[in-house]
């Protein structure tokens, strides 16, 4: 055996033998989470935009910024006729991915975003929106330390100078 067949081979071994004491779904459950961190998992992030030209910059950022580097960027433009496409572009980021497409809504748009979204874990946001550097992070693991299908966290209100205006928790 070369060594990566080795490792393999150590590593369904120990998947056999403690799967056995634990049960398979316990087990199953403890190693997807517990060595989550270990594999990274990617997250799509979804943000649809329609004329956000005005805030559009400062919610990419807020993204690459994050401390969790693991992610793509899914951004659906719905036919905004402002700068929000161009100041897009301007980032020079491969985990970013821009789709134009006509206006037709909101929910067309998210539909339309969720085709292109590459991993099981989508997290949506607004054109509007700022994250805190931790924020994927914090909810991926709390996601994916619960049962929930669907995750949510608190959220700050702010001006357009991204002053807190109110705290929701």
Known sequence: LNNLSLLRYKSLAFIIKYSKILGLYNFLKFFYKKLFWLIM???????????????????????LKSTYKNFELIIINDGSTDKSPEIINNFKDPRIKLYDKQN??????????LTKCNSEIIMRMDGDDEILENK??????????SDSVLHGTGAKIID????VLQEIS
């Open 41 to 63: 998992k990617k997250v799509s992030i979804l943000l649809p935009v329609y004329n956000d030209e005005e805030f559009i910059s400062k919610s990419v950022s807020s993204v």
């Open 104 to 113: 037709s809504g909101l929910i067309e748009s998210l539909n339309y975003g």
């Open 136 to 145: 994927i992070e914090i909810q991926l693991k709390s996601f994916l330390n």
């Open 160 to 163: 357009n100078s991204s002053q």
